[in-house]
């Protein structure tokens, strides 16, 4: 027995938002890599999980004890336009209770054509999930909210794009998978207490705290901003780029969800964009602030109806949180990049000091990461920042900032240290390390995975891992 203790709350929503649904057998499943630590905190066996058993529950081939499989509907707003969607390759489990008590979803990402495949075969290949487990892992390192991976399995079959791929099946961890999208498509296609329903549970599911207040649903919308615009905020700050930020990835309850086109920023440039189909750069890295927003606004319209009685005070409503999320995507913007020159206290010119910096980052095409090491360190040997026109004058307004707070520089330095990561997931290796697991080595992706465990320590095991390429970066959407 794998250890699975699951439980079904999502499936007893009115079957407008789920069908039931069976993952497709698998020829020949096959361990790639499992997260014996996540296994553990999940309550699992993990000898059990890599034994012959293991390998069939997580492929699809053997349901685990207590899994009633469904796949999820949902709508979304893809690049601006609106359309039906839902899990077309991805089939919910149910819901792990961990010895903490804690309530996660189990989802197989791969596992076969479902109502919702559009056509599609419902497939995988496995260097999109290899990608998925080595990001969403990373991310976790940073400290960043995210769904995780449990593991990956190779199907023992080809998966067609546009040549022959190895199939593969993911296992995703995550909070929930309820997405702006699900509300959205609760909006379109059911009424309003189908909507009733799904914000009742999104509220027990994710906001306890607020079941039972006078004004329930405008509590919702505005914690889920909040949430957002930390999730954005973090983000930002240690270079990611999403990809495609469209509602259906824009979680309920503030984790980062789907790591397809995504990738880490090596040279500052808000126009960063590095998805190969984003050709007008609507989720480029200056612009996901504003996306996450726009895609919060869909969120909010979706709730008019739970606002207000009146659509036009419902209206009203609506636009006064987006219009306080404006302000609290700024300010949670401004605190991280505070954090990150060691800034513990606020003054009215801390933004004037970061806009300064940024501007002299993408000027000298600095590098995004290593630059704020070296304002860490105070190493600015080979250092690009340091060469920019106005650094030195820059440099000395900082410096004198951080003398204006409790504890001066050495406060300063612990607070970087712990907000500034010495290594990301470069592209370059992460593309090395899929490479060669596609080969059968996985070494080079173990090794990766090590160094990028404790991204806030600089051991000399991640100096080769911590320079950037200097080549451009395509990502791609075929997951």
Known sequence: MTGWKLEHSYAELPQLFFSHQFPAPVRSPEHIIINDPLGLQLGLDVDALHSQEGAAELSGNKLPAGAKPIAQAYAGHQYGHFTMLGDGRAILLGEQISPAGKRVDIQLKGAGPTPYSRLGDGRAALAPM?????????MHALGIPTTRSLAVVKTGEQVWRETALTGAVLTRVAESHLRVGTFQFAAQYGNRSDLVLLADY?????????????????????????????????WQAVGFIHGVMNTDNTTISGETIDYGPCAFMDAYDPNTVFSSIDQHGRYAYGNQPSIALWNLARFAEALLPLLHHDSKQAVDIAQAEVSRGADMFHRQSLSAMRAKLGLGNEEAGDAALVAQLLDLLHSSAADFTNSFLALTSGNFDSCTLAEATGFAEWRARWEHRQQRQTGGRAAAERLMRKTNPALIPRNHRVEEALDVACQGDLSVMARLLAVLHNPYSMTPQQYAFAAPSGMPYRTFCGT
Request: cysteine-free; proline content about 5%.
């Open 202 to 234: 999104a509220l027990r599911r994710h906001y306890p705290q607020i079941v039972g207040s006078e004004h329930p649903y405008l509590l919702l919308l505005r914690a889920v901003i909040d949430r957002q615009a930390a999730l954005i905020a973090q």
């Open 130 to 138: 290899l990608r998925e487990y080595i990001i969403s892992e990373a």
